[in-house]
């Protein structure tokens, strides 16, 4: 099963979510597994959350695992507080450093 | 009457007091949940008793004082003093209805209807409407509120959809529901993206979020809906109060854009409704609607759907696990008490004394006999007995504190009438005495109180001036001391004033005007009959009677009491009891080597008996003449008199008398066994106690000894010749 690890830098908000759009959709059409490591997310928001929310959708319709493997402190705790860990079905794990 | 109501009367007294000791609490503390519990449990527990004993009045009373309780428990009334007042009178009131089921009413029927109406009006200022609500939540006929294992968290139910322009106008919809977390506890949030379209036509600009939020808050509607207000035109947003009805929710399904179903399931994990009310409320409507085979396929899959996650609504555990607390809590309650008649606790303690003897008799015949097992295990027999002993007289021993609690609702309610500020301490209430002694000590320090709120401390600008804290303070403190238990009644209001109570007295003719007496005798003259310094007769005292009251009661039950006081600084009442009832301290005498007790307080002193005066009925001491008493004589002891005698003088209801006795056996605390009805008509025996040795001594009834030695004195002098014979 190919696996593709993609790491994320930059801030999941309104203000780049239509750049991040079409990089992440992009990535379904290349393995059965996405990986994606937002471990260097410094902020995120609704919006990037909503974006999250779309990419993990389509990739289940799509057949296709998407899995979260590292949330920052920010992913973490919105993610928390939209009560969506379960949905992501992801363990949080947050890098030690 | 028949024993259920006996059960009910006496339960339901405990749980008035119970009740009202917690309102007073309450009053202190009013955000303390578990009086509030309390509370709300001593209400429900007389009302199930009350309907148990078919007592309707009580019932139906008590039911619409719980509504108003569990009203303040779910904080959707506050607690005010007024209300605190009026729950005070209605337990009053549960009180009176309660003697009234039970025929002893000192109330007419006219009084306690008037009564209940009364109340019920002022209770129904806090029933629904009558206080601020966020939800008008009056009762509609037909229609079935959610029963309260949700209801029990009192959570809204939001529902909110954000406008697609809210996120490009810099609202981030997180923003808001952190907010709405200062208004109350989110306890659920489900986020729903569902409007979102396909990726192709996605706009990560727009907002397409969703959230259903079970919060539990006790702000009101508008609160809430203020927390949207920048958004408010922008968003879907319906609020459902708590304990909202089944229909309103199945309405806001329907009005949401989402499937119904998917909807529903997220009502039911929330815990806003259950899966059952929901088929139900979604067939009711569709029946409505006239789709029933639609809701009917909707019907099945909720419960499917539930049964494959394994949905478990917390709020529904949350509810059952707290029940089971509760019941089990009560069990274990149940179980730490028994009622036990008091006749059986003193027919035990009666065996337990026959044991004793029967024991010691034992004891003595293994020592005559000099077998060593035998007195080994007759000796282990005896440490036993003597432990069953001790414990059985505890048996009867009862903490005070409950007695000291009593006083809260006193204190307070006086401070009222008398506009004074006086907080009552207690310590010392673990202190334990016998029962009887409880029973009859809870007027006299009524009295005492009472006397203190009254004339004792002064009232708050009066202190005030004296640069005193205008709050006064009354403390009642229990303590054992030296077999006796102390019980003090001390307060720091202005004291006794020396001057104006002996010049009282001096006009009621008990002193002269030129007797000079120290402090102590003029304090102790606040205890004659018809005295009272009170410039004013109030209702609660000042007439004059009571402190000769209190302290006849006290001697009755052989105790004393002792007053000190320090002007500006306060009055200390010092009761000192004996332990129980059943021990005295006593003297041991003896006379033909049998054993005879004195009660100690008797005693005034002990004398060498002067050989001259062997045959008379009489002594000298030091100049006074006393008529006295042989033992021997007057028991018709056998055996001759011993060389030397002694002479225990002894003084009762102010008469003295000598009693001749052999020999002196020092003091002892002796249990006291009454005798039994055959010997009802002895005279100058008063009962019978166990000696450490097993042995049986008598009790001397001191005042019939005094009767019976100047009768035979008055016998003797008009027939003299007898002397001589």
Redesign the interface.
């Known amino acids: 099963m190919s696996v593709i690890r993609q790491a994320f830098a930059e801030d999941f908000t309104?203000y780049r979510?239509?750049e991040?759009?079409p990089g992440l959709?992009g990535l379904l059409g290349g393995a059965e597994r996405i990986e994606l490591d937002l471990s260097g997310v410094e902020r995120m928001?609704?919006?990037g959350c909503?974006?999250l929310?779309?990419v993990k959708?389509?990739a289940s319709a799509a057949g296709k695992t998407l899995a979260i493997v590292a949330h920052s402190p920010a992913v973490q705790s919105?993610i928390e507080?939209?009560?969506?860990a379960a949905?992501f079905g992801d363990p949080l794990v947050v890098p030690a450093e | 009457m028949d024993e259920l109501k006996q059960v009910f009367l006496q339960e339901s007294g405990e749980q008035l007091d119970a009740l009202e000791s917690l309102l007073l609490e309450l009053e202190a503390h009013p955000d303390d949940e578990i009086t509030l519990n309390g509370i709300f449990r001593a209400a429900h527990t007389i009302k199930g008793a009350a309907g148990m004993v078919e007592a309707a009045a009580v019932e139906s009373f008590a039911h619409v004082v719980e509504n108003v309780l569990d009203r303040l428990r779910n904080h959707e009334i506050a607690v005010t003093t007024d209300l605190a007042a009026l729950m005070l009178a209605c337990t009053d009131h549960l009180r009176v209805l309660v003697a009234s089921e039970a025929g002893m009413d000192q109330v007419s029927a006219a009084d306690i209807e008037a009564q209940t109406a009364s109340l019920l009006a002022r209770l129904r200022a806090f029933g629904p409407g009558g206080e601020v609500q966020a939800t008008p939540k009056a009762e509609e006929p037909g229609v079935q509120r959610i029963p309260s294992p949700q209801t029990s968290h009192n959570c809204w139910h939001i529902s909110v959809r954000f406008g697609s322009d809210v996120l490009r106008q810099g609202m981030d919809p997180e923003n808001f529901l952190r907010f709405l977390e200062t208004v109350g506890n989110i306890r659920h949030m489900e986020t729903l993206a569902d409007r979102m379209p396909a990726a192709a036509e996605m706009d990560p600009e727009l907002c397409y979020l969703g959230f259903e939020i079970a919060l539990e808050s006790a702000a009101d509607k508008q609160t809430i809906e203020d927390v949207f207000a920048f958004v408010r035109d922008e968003c879907q947003l319906s609020i459902l109060p708590p304990n909202s009805k089944v229909n309103d929710y199945v309405e806001l399904i329907e009005s949401l854009p989402e499937d119904t179903l998917r909807l529903g399931e997220i009502l039911v994990r929330i815990g806003a409704l259950t899966a059952d009310e929901l088929s139900e409320g979604l067939r009711a409507q569709a029946m409505d609607d006239g789709e029933a085979p639609a809701a009917e396929r909707h019907d099945k899959p909720i419960g499917e759907i539930l049964v494959a996650q394994q949905v478990v609504q917390p709020e529904v555990v949350a509810a059952a696990v707290a029940k089971q607390t509760q019941v089990s809590e009560k069990k274990a309650q149940d179980a730490k008490l028994i009622r036990v008649p008091a006749d059986k606790l003193d027919h035990l303690i009666n065996l337990v004394g026959e044991l004793v003897i029967a024991g010691a008799a034992t004891s003595l015949l293994a020592h005559k006999r000099s077998d060593g097992e035998l007195i080994e295990s007759s000796s282990l027999l005896t440490r036993l007995v003597e432990e069953i002993r001790d414990a059985s007289l505890q048996l009867r021993t009862v903490q005070i504190g409950e007695t000291f609690n009593r006083f809260h609702r006193l204190v307070r309610d006086a401070c009222k009438d008398l506009g004074k500020d006086v907080e009552l301490l207690i310590s010392g209430g673990e202190t334990e005495l016998d029962k009887s002694i409880v029973e009859k000590i809870g007027d006299p320090l009524m009295h005492l109180v009472r006397n203190s709120l009254d004339h004792g401390i002064e009232a708050p600008a009066v202190r005030e001036a004296a640069g005193k804290n205008p709050r006064g303070t009354l403390l009642l403190n229990a303590y054992h001391d030296a077999g006796n238990i102390v019980i003090e009644v001390a307060d720091d209001g202005a004291g006794l004033n020396r001057d104006k109570i002996l010049a009282k007295a001096v006009e009621r003719g008990l002193v002269e005007p030129d007797a000079h007496l120290s402090d102590r005798e003029v304090y102790d003259l606040i205890f004659a009959p018809g005295l009272s310094t009170a410039d004013q007769v109030t209702n609660l005292s000042g007439r004059g009677v009571g402190m000769d009251v209190v302290r006849r009661n006290l001697l009755a039950l052989r105790g004393t009491i002792n007053v000190s006081s320090q002007p500006g600084q306060g009055t200390r009442l010092t009761l000192r009891l004996p332990l129980t009832l059943a021990i005295i301290d006593g003297f041991l005498v003896v006379s033909a080597n049998r054993s005879y007790v004195i009660p100690l307080d008797a005693v005034v002193e002990c004398v060498e008996r002067p050989e001259a005066e062997h045959e008379r009925n009489y002594f000298n001491l030091r100049g006074q003449v006393l008529p006295s008493v042989c033992l021997r004589e007057s028991f018709g002891l056998p055996g001759e008199r011993p060389a030397r005698e002694s002479v225990v003088v002894v003084q009762y209801a102010g008469q003295r008398a000598g009693i001749v006795v052999d020999r002196l056996a020092g003091e002892l605390q002796a249990v006291i066994k009454p005798l039994g009805a055959i010997f009802r008509h002895l005279q100058g025996i008063g009962g019978s106690t166990i000696l450490g040795s097993g042995e049986v001594a008598l009790i001397l009834d001191i005042s019939a000894l005094i009767k019976i030695s100047g009768q035979a004195e008055q016998r003797l002098l008009a027939r003299p010749e007898q002397r001589s014979a």
């Open positions: 309104i979510v239509a991040l759009k959709l928001d609704s919006a909503q974006l929310m779309l959708r389509e919105l507080f939209y009560n969506l949905w």
